[in-house]
């Protein structure tokens, strides 16, 4: 059984930085695309940044230069750090890993961030980013 816990949200002021950790528990093999999806009040969920089962990394266009994702196997955990922080980003950030085999762009603009494809997919819980003016 798979298991995805976040951490690290909090409340900040526009212009700060926040790193979001996410560790996967159970067998996850390393090879596993992650990625980290988000979801403002009121609205729907939308893809942040993942990794691909072959390492290619995607980003959503309002946080590149901004986010950066990144996955130590050795522990099991895939970061999201995230500088100039906007208030636009303000929402529930949920980590999730399926066992496909797909590049990072697929898991960023998925149709879907429930569910992102025919096998294995894991949801944490998700952990909250507030930004302030």
């Known amino acids: 059984q798979v298991e995805l816990v976040e951490s690290g949200g909090g409340s900040v002021q526009a212009g700060g930085s926040l790193r979001l950790s996410c560790v996967a528990s159970g067998n996850i093999p390393s090879n596993y695309p992650m990625g980290w999806v988000r979801q403002a009040p009121g609205g729907g969920r939308e893809g942040v940044a993942a990794?691909?089962?072959?390492?290619?990394?995607s980003y959503r266009d309002s946080v590149k230069g901004r986010f950066t994702i990144s996955k130590d196997n050795a522990k099991n955990t895939l970061y999201l750090e995230m500088n100039d922080l906007k208030p636009e980003d303000s929402g529930m950030y949920y980590c999730?890993?399926?066992?496909?085999?797909?590049?990072?762009?697929?898991?960023?603009?998925?149709?879907?961030?429930?569910?992102w494809g025919q096998g294995k997919n894991y949801w944490g819980q998700g952990t909250q980013v507030t930004v302030s003016p």
């Open positions: 990794i691909g089962s072959d390492g290619s990394i």
């Open positions: 999730g890993a399926h066992n496909g085999r797909l590049k990072g762009a697929y898991y960023v603009t998925s149709a879907n961030f429930h569910y």
